[in-house]
Nanobody, 118 residues
Framework: QVQLVESGGGLVQAGGSLRLSCAAS????????MGWYRQAPGKQRELVAT???????NYADSVKGRFTISRNLAKNTVYLQMNSLKPEDTAVYYC????????????WGQGTQVTVSS
């Protein structure tokens, strides 16, 4: 089992910045990709950014150039630096970890609210 705990959400004005953190604990040896997803009211959960164990990153087109994902393998932590925030970035942000222990399993954090006011 892997537990994910997010922090760093909040309320910010358009154009502002926030930094999200997600710390993994438990059976972390099997963690491969870690990343961030978000879900706005009435919408499906969508990918924001991922960071593979090998160091490659992937971003949604809507956040490229504004968001940066980083990862500390030693601390089993992933971060999301969000700059130039827009009202449409308002959502609950979820941390994700893909864990391989014989089978591939997805683990999710509890979510952290990000609200961007115009």
């Amino acid at each position: 089992q892997v537990q994910l705990v997010e922090s760093g959400g909040g309320l910010v004005q358009a154009g502002g910045s926030l930094r999200l953190s997600c710390a993994a604990s438990g059976s972390t040896f099997g963690i491969n990709d870690m990343g961030w997803y978000r879900q706005a009211p009435g919408k499906q959960r969508e990918l924001v950014a991922t960071f593979s164990r090998g160091g490659s990153t992937n971003y949604a087109d809507s956040v490229k150039g504004r968001f940066t994902i980083s990862r500390n393998l030693a601390k089993n932590t992933v971060y999301l630096q969000m700059n130039s925030l827009k009202p449409e970035d308002t959502a609950v942000y979820y941390c994700n970890a893909m864990v391989i222990t014989g089978v591939l399993s997805a683990y999710w954090g509890q979510g952290t609210q990000v609200t961007v006011s115009s």
